[in-house]
């Protein structure tokens, strides 16, 4: 075959296969075969060398029409396939406005969350601000600093979830001991760490979940949420926690209830008590839900220990106060009368829907 004509074939295969291109993939390896620099072309004009110098003029010329040709065809496929590709595009994300549009269901406060955000706003009316703490907490701050000795039950691994930090390499950890770091039992360390780094006079509230190792049952929950209230100023007595917790308790249950404070123990507080509130199921008669006694325990209070001022530098000479911390969900569950406190953590939208 001579030149010409091995040119001549090559321009109608070029093009065929330029046609049969269905993606710019098979279109690219289709130019690199017919005019790469080792495709087809630059093959046959390796032969040029190899004629008599008369007749080179026509076949370069021959060449050059094809190459031509073959430019053109790749051109022409290419903005085809383009097209075809964002065709393809504006199809697949086609949007039907004539559908509806889809509902998102307007979700609610949970109850804790609602109860806790009422009481901090019957505080806030009285001069209270809101102080936080972490929920994974250090033994001195759980414990030590609030004057539980050594052998205090709470402190017994039985009752609290000590945090071990496995991934830890024990010989390049430098922190505290493992057994050192827990979640928090209580609410009652954010009273340390505020008193740390706040001067007197302090009234906050501190609302948080704490951790226990009790078995979920009707009245128990191993996490649950406390709200925490610390009081520290000059000359303040037991008559301004009792004037302060009353105001609270009828604030939350309406002006018909009645509290009871019974002596109790806490190693931060001294003397302390714990408060009871009328059953507001029965209203005092005596129910299912108070078991029978007309009462139910909300909240354990107190007046600040003097070894608690210690261990923070505060002067129990000059310095004096109150802490309370209560349960939200034993509110949530005593004020909806709820049987069973799980309930509140189980995520049922039937039951949430409720309040
Ligand atoms: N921290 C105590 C508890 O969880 C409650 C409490 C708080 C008692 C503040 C007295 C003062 O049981």
Known sequence: MSLIEQLTALGADGLASIAAADSAAALDAARVDLL?????????????????????????????RVRTAIEDALTTRKAALDA????????????????PGRARPIGAQHL??????????????????VAEGPEVELDFYNFTALNHEPQHPARSASDTFYVVDRSTDAETWTGPEP??????THTSPVQIRTMEH???????LAPGKVYRRDVPDPTHLPQFTQMEGLVVDRDVTFADLRGTLDYLCREIFGSQVRTRFRPHFFPFTEP???????????????????????????????????NVFAAVGLDPEEWSGFAFGLGIDRIAALRYD???????VEGDMRFLRQF
């Open 36 to 64: 790469g620099k080792k495709g087809r072309l630059t093959g046959i004009l390796r032969g040029l060398g190899a004629l008599p110098a008369d007749e080179r003029p026509a076949v370069g010329a021959a060449a050059n």
């Open 112 to 129: 804790i969350s609602r109860i806790r955000d009422e009481i901090v706003e019957v505080f806030c009316g009285i001069g209270y601000t």
């Open 198 to 204: 706040t001067k007197p006079p302090i009234y906050i």
């Open 272 to 306: 302390s008590a714990e408060v009871d509130v009328s059953c507001n199921v029965c209203g005092g008669t005596g129910c299912r839900t108070c078991k029978g006694t007309g009462w139910i325990e909300i909240l354990g209070c107190g007046m600040v220990d003097p």
């Open 179 to 184: 057994s050192d770091v827990l979640m928090r």
């Open 84 to 99: 075809a590709a964002l065709d393809a595009q504006l199809a697949a994300g086609t949007l039907d406005i004539t559908l």
């Open 338 to 344: 709820l049987p069973d406190i799980r309930m509140l």
